[in-house]
Each structure stands twice: as C-alpha cells, then as structure tokens.
C-alpha cells in the first residue's frame, strides 16, 4: 500500500510537468488487462479486441475528428498491479476512460483510484459480484457472476443434481464465484468445498479423497485453463465419472489442446460464443491470428471500446457526462448483442447458453434463463 | 497406498530438479536462481520438437534435454563463470537477471497459453486400489535410475573421486592435476540437463505455463536447505519427504476429526520444515564438510 501510495505521489509530481490536454488532440483511452502470468490469455484476446475497434475507427476518421491512441498497462491478473496500472493511466496519461480491468481483482483493485479522478473504468470480462458495488463510475458489459451462479444452481435442479463438490483456486474471481453459488445452492448442497493456492497443479491426493465423498456433479472452480486442466485431468485419472460442469474459464478450445479426452463431456455455462464464426472472427484471425482463449472475449472487449468511442463522440470527453451517457444509453448493437447499462453499471441483455465438449469442438447445448 | 504413490510422483520431479542444484551448490559453492526457467526451457523446448516438428517422442525428450544442457552451458559460461570465483554469491545476482531473461525469450517464443506435451489421455494402471500411468511410473522409475547412476558415478567411479577431491578442495586438487573448472562446468551442466528433464515431465504429466519457474526453483531450495546445504543425497531424501507431507497434509483424516483445507497444503510442509531447522539448523543430513 506504501509503495502504491508514494508511485501515487510521484505520478501526479510528473503530471503536474506535462500541462493540460488540448481539445483537439488525439483522445487518449486506457487498457488495463493480464499481459504476462497465468491469466495472461484473457489479457491478450481483450487487448486486441480493444485494438481492432481504435485502428477501425481511427481508419475511419477517428472520433469527431480526432485520432484515438491507446495507453497500455499490465495489471498481472492482480490487485497490486492494476493499481498502479490505474495510477499511471489516470495521472501521467492522463486517459478519457479505461477499458479494464480483466480479471476482477484488477478491477476492484483499480476501482477506487479512478473513482477519485472522476475516469471511466469500462470492463468486458470481470464478473465478480463485488464489481457491481465497486462505484459510480465502473461498468463492465459482461455480466455479474451473481447472475451466473443463479444459472448455474437452476441448471443443477433441472438435473436434479444436489450435491455438489467444488475444487477452487483462491483468486477474487474464484472464489466470489464460490461464495456466490454456494449461496445460491445452500450450504448443505456443497458436499466437497476445498480451496487450493494460484498456481496449484497437483490435485491427485484431493482427487483422491472425492472418491470417499458421494456427490452428483463436479464443479472445477479455477482462474486460469492451465490449472482447470490439471483438476479435470486428474479427477478423470482418479476414476472419477461424475459430470463436470464449469463457467466461463472452460469455455477454452485450450483444453481440447491440453486434454482432449478427459474434458470430453464437460460442460461449461457462459455468455454466448459471439463473434465465432462470423465476420468480427475471420477479421481477428486475419489480424491476430488464433484467439488464445476464446473468440468472444475479443469479442466483449471490442464493444466496449466501441461502446465508449461512440459515447466520446456524443458527449466528449468528460468522466461524469461519460458516466452519465453510459446509464442513459438506450442500446447498443455490438459483436456481443444488444446491451445496456442499469443502474450500478452492469450489463443488461447478455444471455447464457449452456455448452458442451463434443469430439473436440465446444458446442451449444441450449439457452438457459435467468430471471 | 495411492497416497504414497501421489507423494512419489511429486517427489520424484522435485527430487530430479533439487538434486541437480545439490549438485551445483555442493560442488562450485554457486546458488543458482535461474532454476525454475532452465526447467521451463526443457519442457518448452521438448514441447516444440514433439508437437511442432513432430518427431518421435524420444529423439523429442533427448533433444529437450540437450537444449537443456546447451542452455545451462551458455548460462554458466555468461551468468557464473566470469563471477563465482571472485564471490561466490554474485551468480546469486547474475542469475536472477537470467530468470527474468529466460523467463521473457520463454513469454515471447511460447505465449502465455498452457502447453501440454503429450495431449492424449495417459494409460492408467490400477495398482490394487491405487491408479497410476505409465508415463508417471516412467517419471519414478527414470528419477530412480537417474539416481542411482549419480550415486554410481560418484562413488564408484575416477569422475565421481576427482569431483569429491574438488568439493573437498579445489586448490589442493587443481595441483594434483584435476581439471576444477571442467568439472565445475559438467556440474553445471548435468544439473541443467536434470533440470530440464524435469521440465519434460512437467509438460507429460500436467501442462507447461511461462510463470511456473519460480515455484519450482522455490521447492528445490526447500529441499536442499532442509537436507543440509550442499548435501546431495539429503536434498534428495528431503525431496521425497517435503512431497510426502504435502500430500497427507491434505489426504488425511486428521485425528479423525478434519482435513487441512488445501490451501495449507504447501504451508503446512514448509512449517514442518522451519520447525525442524530449528531445533537441527544444519538441517537433515549435513556433513561436517561440503560435500557432493
């Protein structure tokens, strides 16, 4: 905290030298996302999502005229280093608004800093339920996982599924995904409940000790797919047949690469693959290459730059009048759907699907509800 | 049983990987903080050869392993040679510089996405209740034979009597015509070429990401300290021993009461360990002399 406390100092001494910004100079928005660590897939799709919407927009004439130049910090998938990411961004460059964080500790953890100066934290991919409360001027168009987790237990009664083992890894996504479901399915549902460091890859004796437990349904609860491939692969190796289902850190064609046989049959309930297959897919492959997730994180993060382009164009550059434009905004078509914001700036109008490895390819299974 | 077996699989690869560092340590007196990466380079490096070139397994595993070796061998010629003689803690600096490096080319070369080595499901073997694969009960047995032939080479060999003399004293020995710095080199290189076997077994068994070096260089002090610094056979042992308690911390019952939640689980070791130093702070196995 000190040392955030004193860079805090030492960027706004440095911003106090570079003057004040002109009015038709380009505008400045600012990335936050994990581009090195375990997390770093996510951080790369979003990035180049948000990337394709400036160049695209830059290429046609920019925002009422001037250009769009992006500002990039890496948050590390954690709380430290998106704030000070967020210091940076808000103090030195001096940003419009921030497209960030990815992982919901880096956007609880920049939350506060950008709050106070008035900036626009924009997130296409936290889904923490914390994120909801995180303040006035924080959005995200992906939705809370407060919403999932209803799905989820919804999902696990139409099965008639009751009890319930979770493995989770101990990051802020995890683990309010965790506090969240188990809430919604009651504690006694939870019939295996462990909490694992980041990083851990050896579940054999955990998997072990699932064989003693009855249970309906495997829930692997993991950050990253590196880790959530060693749980699914070695409860598989265990011997353990139970039905696995997972959110959105499943929805990886990375597994299939990793273990192709033991993710079979896994089911994964997340927001809808958009982009795959279309236009905004073939474009990105032509640019990027292969997604290193998935296609509709590239996806979430180019509406989002979208989405707050064209609300810099109605009303400028202003955070409040931002933030304003942002609740007031009636819809917007993107990749992703058609979406709003409500009153504590979380998505509306994102549905889940339920999906399914199938012979090595993630397929739709059907729509599931929330109300 | 299928704990025991559990305990051998994690400690066999901590045991590959801290060994080629009691190694190192025992023998030039050098901390080498580049570990965990040159670990890394073996698995990517066997990664690539097999998935990307699509050669044959082995020739892949072999040709990880000497990539490995040559990596070490640039590393000590760059990062150790020109400096342990002056200090013997700067290579502690040069080769977290290294790690960072290594740790870079690796992000840059490889991406941040998991890779696995072999993708397919492995064979698994049911050993009464207890369930192993294959290739975890290759990754055993290859650590076992890999250790023997150390103890072979060591002690039963003239290699294994000049590395004792240079542990012991490498002035004395240097004047009785042993070549130290070549040996101080194939020392270092032999600890690269287990490291990166180690690599391989990582990427078989679970699946390589770029940020897992420094948790494994983290064990495999572990296991050298509490064997007593520089003690091969005890860094071995402690191996074994920090991965067996890892596992029943967690696997169980515990007074018939409660299980450690998971998240102990590494905790739990390393407090064991912190508690035994305390009361045999030269740690498990150590010897009045460095030795190898």
């Given at each position: 905290?000190?040392?955030?406390?004193?860079?805090?100092?030492?960027?706004?001494?440095?911003?106090?030298?570079?003057?004040?910004?002109?009015?038709?100079?380009?505008?400045?928005?600012?990335?936050i996302g994990p581009l090195t660590g375990d997390a770093a897939a996510y951080g790369v799709d979003t990035?180049?999502?948000?990337?394709?919407?400036?160049?695209?927009?830059?290429?046609?004439?920019?925002?009422?005229?001037?250009?769009?130049?992006?500002?990039?910090?890496d948050g590390r998938c954690t709380g430290a280093d998106a704030?000070?990411?967020?210091?940076?961004?808000?103090?030195?460059?001096?940003?419009?608004?921030?497209?960030g964080g990815q992982c919901s500790g880096e956007t609880l953890a920049a939350?506060?800093?950008?709050?106070?100066?008035?900036?626009?934290?924009?997130s296409p991919l936290s889904s923490s339920p914390d994120v909801?409360?995180?303040?006035?001027?924080?959005?995200r168009?992906y939705p809370s996982d407060a919403?999932k987790t209803?799905?989820m237990?919804?999902?696990?009664?139409?099965?008639?599924?009751?009890?319930?083992?979770m493995l989770s890894e101990n990051t802020d996504f995890a683990m309010a995904f965790r506090a969240a479901l188990t809430?919604?399915?009651?504690?006694?549902?939870?019939?295996?409940d462990e909490v694992v460091e980041p990083g851990t890859k050896d579940f054999?004796?955990l998997?072990?000790?699932?064989?003693?437990?009855?249970?309906?349904?495997f829930f692997p609860n993991a950050q990253g797919d590196a880790v959530m491939a060693a749980m699914v692969e070695q409860m598989?190796?265990?011997?353990?047949?139970?039905?696995m289902v997972t959110h959105d850190v499943g929805d990886s064609m990375t597994l299939?690469?990793l273990i192709?046989?033991?993710v079979?049959?896994m089911?994964v309930i997340n927001v809808?693959?958009?982009?795959?297959?279309?236009?905004?897919?073939?474009?990105?492959?032509?640019?990027?290459?292969?997604a290193q997730s998935t296609?509709a994180f590239?996806?979430h993060?180019?509406?989002?730059?979208?989405?707050?382009?064209?609300?810099?164009?109605?009303?400028?550059?202003?955070?409040?009048?931002?933030?304003?434009?942002?609740?007031?905004?009636?819809?917007?078509?993107?990749?992703?759907?058609?979406?709003?914001?409500?009153?504590?700036?979380?998505?509306?109008?994102?549905?889940?699907?339920?999906?399914?490895?199938?012979?090595?390819?993630?397929?739709?299974?059907?729509?599931?509800?929330?109300? | 049983?299928?704990?025991?077996?559990?305990?051998?699989?994690?400690?066999?690869?901590?045991?590959?990987?801290?060994?080629?560092?009691?190694?190192?340590?025992?023998?030039?007196?050098?901390?080498?903080?580049?570990?965990?990466?040159?670990?890394?380079?073996?698995?990517?490096?066997?990664?690539?050869?097999?998935?990307?070139?699509?050669?044959?397994?082995?020739?892949?595993?072999?040709?990880?392993?000497?990539?490995?070796?040559?990596?070490?061998?640039?590393?000590?010629?760059?990062?150790?040679?020109?400096?342990?003689?002056?200090?013997?803690?700067?290579?502690?600096?040069?080769?977290?510089?290294?790690?960072?490096?290594?740790?870079?080319?690796?992000l840059?070369?490889?991406e941040a996405r998991p890779r696995s080595?072999?993708?397919?499901?492995?064979?698994?073997?049911?050993?009464?209740?207890?369930?192993?694969?294959?290739?975890?009960?290759?990754?055993?047995?290859?650590?076992?034979?890999?250790?023997?032939?150390?103890?072979?080479?060591?002690?039963?060999?003239?290699?294994?009597?000049?590395?004792?003399?240079?542990?012991?004293?490498?002035?004395?020995?240097?004047?009785?015509?042993?070549?130290?710095?070549?040996?101080?080199?194939?020392?270092?290189?032999?600890?690269?070429?287990?490291?990166?076997?180690?690599?391989?077994?990582?990427?078989?068994?679970q699946n390589l990401t770029p940020t897992l070096?420094f948790p494994?260089?983290?064990?495999?002090?572990?296991?050298?300290?509490?064997?007593?610094?520089?003690?091969?056979?005890?860094?071995?042992?402690?191996?074994?021993?920090?991965?067996?308690?890892?596992?029943?911390?967690?696997?169980?019952?515990?007074?018939?009461?409660?299980?450690?939640p998971a998240g102990?689980q590494q905790?739990?070791?390393?407090?064991?360990?912190?508690?035994?130093?305390?009361?045999?702070?030269?740690?498990?196995?150590?010897?009045?002399?460095?030795?190898?």
């Amino acid at each position: 905290m000190k040392r955030a406390s004193l860079l805090g100092i030492f960027f706004i001494l440095l911003s106090a030298c570079t003057g004040g910004e002109s009015d038709n100079g380009p505008i400045k928005i600012g990335y936050i996302g994990p581009l090195t660590g375990d997390a770093a897939a996510y951080g790369v799709d979003t990035l180049n999502g948000v990337k394709m919407a400036i160049e695209e927009r830059n290429a046609a004439g920019g925002v009422n005229g001037r250009m769009v130049e992006l500002a990039v910090e890496d948050g590390r998938c954690t709380g430290a280093d998106a704030a000070s990411a967020a210091q940076k961004l808000v103090s030195v460059d001096r940003v419009t608004a921030i497209i960030g964080g990815q992982c919901s500790g880096e956007t609880l953890a920049a939350a506060p800093i950008t709050e106070a100066a008035e900036t626009l934290l924009l997130s296409p991919l936290s889904s923490s339920p914390d994120v909801t409360e995180a303040g006035d001027f924080v959005f995200r168009n992906y939705p809370s996982d407060a919403l999932k987790t209803k799905a989820m237990a919804k999902y696990f009664a139409e099965k008639g599924w009751k009890r319930v083992a979770m493995l989770s890894e101990n990051t802020d996504f995890a683990m309010a995904f965790r506090a969240a479901l188990t809430e919604n399915l009651g504690k006694e549902a939870v019939v295996f409940d462990e909490v694992v460091e980041p990083g851990t890859k050896d579940f054999r004796t955990l998997a072990l000790r699932l064989k003693d437990v009855s249970f309906d349904v495997f829930f692997p609860n993991a950050q990253g797919d590196a880790v959530m491939a060693a749980m699914v692969e070695q409860m598989r190796d265990q011997g353990l047949t139970q039905p696995m289902v997972t959110h959105d850190v499943g929805d990886s064609m990375t597994l299939v690469d990793l273990i192709p046989e033991a993710v079979s049959g896994m089911q994964v309930i997340n927001v809808p693959s958009a982009g795959e297959g279309g236009e905004f897919e073939t474009k990105y492959r032509a640019k990027f290459g292969d997604a290193q997730s998935t296609i509709a994180f590239a996806a979430h993060a180019y509406d989002a730059a979208n989405v707050l382009m064209d609300s810099i164009a109605k009303v400028g550059t202003s955070g409040p009048r931002l933030r304003d434009a942002l609740y007031d905004l009636p819809e917007h078509r993107g990749i992703v759907g058609r979406f709003s914001f409500n009153a504590d700036g979380d998505v509306v109008g994102i549905p889940y699907v339920l999906k399914e490895f199938r012979d090595g390819k993630i397929v739709k299974v059907k729509d599931i509800a929330v109300d | 049983m299928q704990l025991v077996i559990n305990a051998l699989i994690a400690g066999s690869l901590a045991a590959l990987i801290a060994g080629g560092l009691a190694l190192v340590y025992g023998v030039l007196g050098v901390f080498n903080l580049a570990l965990g990466q040159m670990v890394l380079v073996g698995g990517y490096a066997t990664w690539w050869l097999y998935q990307s070139l699509a050669l044959p397994l082995v020739v892949s595993v072999f040709g990880g392993v000497m990539i490995g070796a040559i990596v070490a061998w640039c590393a000590f010629e760059v990062f150790v040679a020109p400096f342990y003689k002056r200090h013997r803690f700067l290579p502690l600096v040069t080769t977290i510089a290294l790690s960072m490096m290594i740790d870079g080319v690796l992000l840059l070369l490889f991406e941040a996405r998991p890779r696995s080595i072999l993708a397919n499901a492995k064979t698994i073997v049911a050993l009464g209740d207890a369930r192993i694969s294959l290739e975890q009960m290759f990754l055993i047995a290859i650590t076992f034979i890999l250790l023997c032939l150390c103890a072979y080479v060591l002690h039963s060999t003239v290699i294994g009597r000049r590395i004792r003399a240079v542990v012991q004293n490498d002035h004395a020995a240097m004047s009785l015509g042993i070549n130290a710095p070549l040996l101080h080199r194939m020392i270092f290189i032999v600890s690269g070429m287990l490291a990166a076997l180690g690599g391989v077994f990582i990427g078989i068994d679970q699946n390589l990401t770029p940020t897992l070096a420094f948790p494994i260089t983290i064990k495999a002090y572990a296991a050298i300290i509490a064997g007593g610094k520089g003690n091969l056979w005890g860094a071995i042992i402690c191996a074994y021993l920090i991965a067996l308690i890892e596992q029943m911390v967690v696997g169980i019952e515990w007074f018939g009461a409660f299980y450690v939640p998971a998240g102990y689980q590494q905790s739990v070791a390393l407090l064991f360990i912190i508690l035994f130093l305390l009361f045999k702070p030269s740690g498990l196995f150590m010897l009045k002399n460095r030795s190898a």
